[in-house]
């Protein structure tokens, strides 16, 4: 039997549980010193204080934290990973004031992306998206959403997805693919918006659905692009299916995704800048997860989702990168952290919840990731520091040092 020891831990800090933590318990983490951990075949066996197991003849890889922080492996739970081309261009255009949805109505922002997306092979989108994963990694980042919706068209979205599979084959993270082809309206479709909704519910749903190619059905219901009612009858021919429902929301303005998010038992609302009291009510009936993103309000420029109002309203709250082209091309989770406590107020705990437990619910995951307990997987990071709030505190720096996965080394940085 395959083991790993991780010993000598000055701090192990980690929400508990196997499912999402709102409201009080959010901010709760247990924090042991001076700590070990035994994993045995890649998933905790046992967790201890004080010397540990025996090191002399330990069978196996014994692995010394230096009296150091670890934590779970960070889990990004909103990503656009797989893409073609960067959008470098619209930056000038942004920088003179030109908004993110009058880029897109110029048919830039998405669109320009899905041009490049299509024209791209499998292979490059693939050795691409690889590099943005292994630069994840080396963040501390261990499992990643990634969403579809640079296609548009059945073949390109089918060849994103196809990515997601292909890499989940090879790499070290755990992969959640989310389809998501109503992320814009095709041009071919713009005075048929009727039959690409059709297209979408009666066609590549079921089809992407039955080659089990996504878990999840996202759509952009936004001001300009999608409709609640159509956001609804999306979610519901993907939900028929078995694609579990996330729903982009309130990100420029609220138009009723958030709350819809009740009643078609949504796993998780990503955005919610401009949330409403009522749409916070919805997901906290609704059980449903609020993923926010503070890098996109930073690159944006716009407000930052009000996540103290969500965790008094006890929606669990997560907190991941949006990492895409156009309104987050960066994919530091480290950063979104710093920002986490800062702009939405999180306690330094609260925020370890949602990079890590809370992430992990969003991607139906958190029975097997999200915290280090017996019988979860062994994916953690030991970090260059040794206080939990020492990672919010050092904006920019890259402090993931040991990166870990099913109890192997995947990664070291220093
Ligand atoms: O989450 N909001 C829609 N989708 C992305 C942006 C995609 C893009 O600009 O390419 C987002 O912000
Ligand atoms: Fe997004």
Known sequence: M???????????????????????????????????????EGQISEIGQGPGPDLEGFPGLAIDAGGRLVTPGLVDAHTHLVFGG????????????????????????????????????????????????????????????????YGLDRETELKQLQVIRSLQAEMPLDLAPTFMGAHALPPEYKENREEYIRLLCEEWIPQVAQEKLAEFCDVFCEKGVFTAEE??????AGKKHGLTPKIHADEIEAIGGAELTAELGAISAEHLIACRESGIQAMAKGGTIACLLPMTSFYL???????????????????????NPGSCPGLNLQLAMTMACLKYRLTPEEMLTAVTLNGAAAMNRADKLGSLEVGKQADLVIWQAQALEYLPYRLGSNLADVVIKKGEIVRVNS
């Not at 993110?100 to 989108?125: C, P």
């Not at 956001?231 to 519901?236: C, D, M, V």
Request: no cysteine; hydrophobic share 45%.
């Open 231 to 236: 956001s609804r009858k999306i979610l519901e």
């Open 301 to 323: 420029g716009a407000d930052f989702a009000p996540a103290r109002a969500m965790i008094e309203a006890g929606v669990p709250v997560a907190v991941a990168s949006d990492f």
């Open 2 to 40: 395959h083991k790993t020891l991780i010993y000598n831990i000055g701090l192990l800090a980690t929400p508990v549980g196997k499912s999402a933590r709102g409201g009080a318990a959010q901010g709760e983490i247990q924090k042991l010193e001076n700590a070990w951990i035994l994993a045995e």
């Open 86 to 149: 960067w959008r470098e261009n619209e930056f000038g255009l942004k920088l003179h004031g030109a908004s993110y949805l009058e880029i897109l109505a110029m048919g830039g922002g998405i669109l320009s992306t899905v041009k490049a997306t299509r024209s791209a092979s499998e292979e490059e989108l693939k050795e691409k998206a690889k590099e943005a994963l292994l630069e994840m990694l080396s963040y501390g980042v261990t499992a990643v959403e990634a969403k579809s919706g």
